[in-house]
């Protein structure tokens, strides 16, 4: 019936700790029933170990699926597991993921000549061959669940998006296809390695077509929430739906967005239709860190000026006298920052 599963994730020490400490590492399972409108710890005899950054789904019969994920040792996870609508038996383990392990891709599981598939695109690893260097996939693959075997899902004409993480893919039955919008293309934090483009998978031609809609593009960002909203009564024509997410503005600081934007695959027209209030909430940040750093430069000068003056004036007690500066002379540090010296 109607719910929501979350499994497993990562718990932030109090103390704002690393993110990789072993203990912080989640493999329970709970349910929330919107109708009671409470969480409830599902307990099952068989469980995949404790994981984050791992992808679920939930087929039409309730079947729920994990996949991949990073493990307390900060290793890269290929394996699958399958909960056969909701049996007592727990998750099963099946095939693996037999290509390069990664994490970071968005997956949804989708029908292919009526059968099921769990399929997901991109992804990225640091790997020991490359001298531990991100490498970023542009691979769509697909795990048929009925035959429990993966394979690559190829384009006919070549033709795929860039390498990419943390983007997004929807799932529209309506038009046999999935679309991907978005994500980060490589690991530098600068603002040029993020997307904002929007491309069409079809089943029915097995082939890539990037799009080129119109309206209110939303900026390039990744790690945004995203679905496919049918209207109120989900009967509606399929849109896609982006909220929020996350850009850099320089690679010491990010910014995050609570903007919504909506793209009707009909019109093929994006749609804001909630403006990002972010950047009101940073104002008063930003005119907080420009008045630090004013204060802290003003303050480095001083000291500096300090430690000349000083400087000076052992040389002066050393020297029974002070050196006369000639008109337009100036006092600049040595390299080094040991004394000064005046040049003309």
Known sequence: GDG?????????????????????FLGDLWRFAPNGSAWEQVVLPSLPSARRSHLMAATESNDSLIFGGKTSDQLCNSDLFIWYN?????YEQKASFPGPCRWGQEGKLVKIADEDYF???????????????????????GYNMNEDEWAVIESVDGVIPNARDHSSMFWVEEENSIYVFGGKQEKERESAVLLNDLWRF???????????????????????????????????????????????????????????YLYSIKDNLWTRISNNTCDDMLEPLNAALGTFFKLFFLGAALVVLAVGLLAVLVRCGRQCCCPVLKEGARVQPQQGGAGYQAIG
Do not use: I
């Not at 490359?130 to 490498?135: I, M």
């Open 86 to 90: 909701g049996s007592n038996e727990g």
């Open 4 to 24: 929501l599963l979350v499994f497993g994730g990562y718990k932030y020490p109090r103390d704002g700790g690393s993110h990789t400490t072993a203990e912080g």
């Open 202 to 260: 079809s089943f029915d031609q097995y082939a890539w077509e990037q799009l080129a809609p119109g309206g209110d593009v939303p900026s390039p960002r990744y790690l945004f929430s995203y679905d496919v909203w049918r209207g109120a009564d989900g009967r509606a024509d399929p849109q896609l739906l982006v909220f929020g997410g996350a850009a850099y503005v320089s690679a010491a600081m990010s910014v995050k967005y609570n903007d919504a």
């Open 119 to 141: 399929v997901f695109f991109g992804g990225r690893n640091r790997l020991p061959e490359t001298g531990h260097h991100y490498v970023y996939y542009d691979e769509l693959w």
